[in-house]
């Protein structure tokens, strides 16, 4: 499955983006879901994950009531809405897939990866 992210860009501290993450090649059905990020210098870190099984949803405790990771089935499509942004959320946001339905916090339990999408919260 091929995995395209967009809807990055500058964005005051305070303010919102929603990121896409949109497959191609086939369904994201059965595909557990993430979202990382890696800020320059960082190590890439988790930010939120969905199971396809029940839909539960799981984010970081730095993002915990700012974002939230949602998908549209209908357009093969998984988001991440981001608000109240801070200058530490800047940082370039990957989108995965897992071909384990429960999702992970794991970086290295995903098959496929989006490309990035810059992130860039000024203060």
């Known amino acids: 499955v091929q995995l395209q992210a967009s809807g990055g860009g500058l964005v005051q501290a305070g303010g919102s983006l929603r990121l896409s993450c949109a497959a191609s090649?086939?369904?994201?059905?059965?595909?557990?879901l993430g979202w990382f990020r890696q800020a320059p210098g960082r190590e890439r870190e988790f930010v939120a994950t969905l199971s396809r099984t029940g839909g539960t949803a799981s984010v970081a405790d730095s993002v915990k009531g700012r974002f939230t990771i949602s998908i549209d089935n209908a357009k093969n499509t998984v988001f991440l809405q981001m608000n109240s942004l801070k200058p530490e959320d800047t940082a370039v946001y990957y989108c995965?897939?897992?071909?384990?339905?429960?999702?992970?916090?794991?970086?290295?339990?995903?098959?496929?990866w989006g490309q990035g999408t810059l992130v860039t919260v000024s203060s």
């Open positions: 995965a897939a897992s071909r384990s339905v429960f999702g992970s916090t794991r970086s290295r339990e995903y098959d496929y």
């Open positions: 090649g086939r369904s994201f059905n059965g595909y557990g």
